[in-house]
């Protein structure tokens, strides 16, 4: 007798129980470790003057594992009897030790019975000095194992030029009802930079004799004057020992009103970038 074939309908169904499997038995993404960079140095005595050993390497595992991997160079300094490493990871501890001046490579595996997010590697030395009194110093650095990779940091974004824009004008006499000097322009620079650009119309009012506009930007200084109702463009560039964050603009103007006595008035912007 003939063996039927299957139906278009099975051939599917077992096609797609085989797609399903398959799928099954795809590999979960595994969890990824994180390196702890280590460099710890330890001193005491006096002032903790005296060095007494030092400890550099790395710590490696991933978060809910059980066991770190490390390897240390540890330095016994002017330490009396030993300089001492131990890394503490959950349950589990390793410690090493080396004689004054001398230095070893140590490596190995931390093992603990609980899950791994958090540890620390302590480093010790001691010494009689001062007083003849044997004390042991310590210092401590914490090691993270965290639950994911942390993000890229963004890339900082560079500098970039700005121009800020100003119209200042300085009043005074009775009630500040005197314009006495105008200036309108504008400064460009990049913060952080050392050089800026400004350029302004300075116009003197009702002053008397002079209008002045004084534009600073960082340790650089600038000032233009006109006279009585003179107007005039100023351009130029200032130079700073050190770099400009923003800058300032004065606009100042004299007069003798009211009751005759000579008074100057100022104005001042400030600007950001």
């Not at 001193?43 to 594992?65: E, P, R």
């Not at 899950?115 to 310590?138: E, I, Q, R, W």
């Not at 116009?203 to 107007?231: D, E, F, L, M, R």
């Not at 005039?232 to 006595?261: E, K």
Request: proline content about 6%; hydrophobic content about 30%; some cysteine.
């Amino acid at each position: 007798m003939a063996t039927p074939r299957p139906t278009r309908t099975l051939r599917f169904l077992l096609a797609a129980g085989l797609i399903a499997a398959s799928g099954a038995l795809l590999p979960v993404t595994a969890a990824q470790a994180a390196t702890n960079t280590v460099s710890l140095a330890v001193k005491g005595g006096s002032n903790h003057s005296i060095a007494l050993g030092t400890a550099s390497g790395t710590v490696t595992g991933t978060a809910g594992g059980t066991s770190v991997t490390y390897a240390l160079t540890l330095c016994g300094q002017s330490t009396y009897p030993n300089t001492r490493v131990t890394i503490n990871v959950g349950t589990g501890t390793a410690s090493h030790w080396v004689s004054p001046s001398a230095c070893e490579t140590v490596t190995g595996t931390v093992t603990s019975s609980t899950a791994v997010t958090t540890g620390s590697v302590t480093l010790s030395g001691s010494t009689f000095y001062p007083g003849n009194t044997h004390t042991t110093y310590t210092s401590t650095q914490q090691l993270f194992f965290p639950t994911s990779p942390p993000p890229t940091p963004r890339p900082t974004p560079s500098p970039t030029q700005a121009t800020r824009t100003f119209d200042v004008t300085a009043t005074g006499g009775a009630n500040n009802s005197i314009a006495l000097g105008r200036a309108v322009g504008s400064v460009t620079a990049t913060r952080g930079a050392t050089t800026a650009t400004y350029s302004v119309n300075l116009c003197g009012q009702s002053t008397y004799p002079s209008s002045n506009v004084k534009i600073v930007a960082g340790s650089a200084t600038v000032t233009h004057t006109v006279y009585y109702q003179a107007c005039q463009t100023f351009t130029g560039t200032l130079r700073s020992t050190h770099g400009i964050s923003g800058a300032t603009v004065t606009v100042s103007g004299s007069t003798f009103y009211p009751a005759n006595t000579y008074t100057t008035y100022t104005k001042t912007r400030s600007l950001y970038f």
